[in-house]
């Protein structure tokens, strides 16, 4: 490790401002931070579902993940929630549309085996 005294010697000079974990929320942020936890755990509720149902799952990270849930719950609850501390919301538009559609084709492959 770099012991403050070189790095003054060396004439480095630090700035870790953009090391901040934590992104201050703002009015807009909270909605967005929300809806993307809650699509995130119905993506994995649906997953589970299905693969409970006999289908298979496509995203080849989470299948090899699905027959150990503690990584699984690290995947996909931990990880998203350090994602919501660390991301502005407006930044997570994106994925809240991704898993939107995600979630839309889950359903409508569930409803057309039941149906």
């Known amino acids: 490790m770099l ?20 992104h201050y929320n703002t009015a807009q942020d909270i909605p967005l931070k929300v809806s993307y936890l809650f699509l995130q755990q119905a993506d994995l509720l649906l997953t589970l579902l299905a693969v409970s149902a006999g289908f298979s799952e496509l995203n080849p990270v989470i299948a090899n993940l699905i027959n150990t849930p503690r990584e699984l719950l690290l995947f996909k609850l931990v990880i998203p929630l350090v994602i919501t501390l660390m991301v502005p919301g407006k930044l997570l538009v ?12 889950n359903i409508k492959e569930l409803l057309t085996v039941l149906f």
């Open 3 to 22: 012991s403050p005294e070189f790095i003054k010697r060396q004439g480095v000079k630090l700035n870790i401002d953009y090391l901040k974990l934590v």
């Open 94 to 105: 994106p994925a809240i549309a991704l898993l939107s559609l995600v979630i839309g084709w």
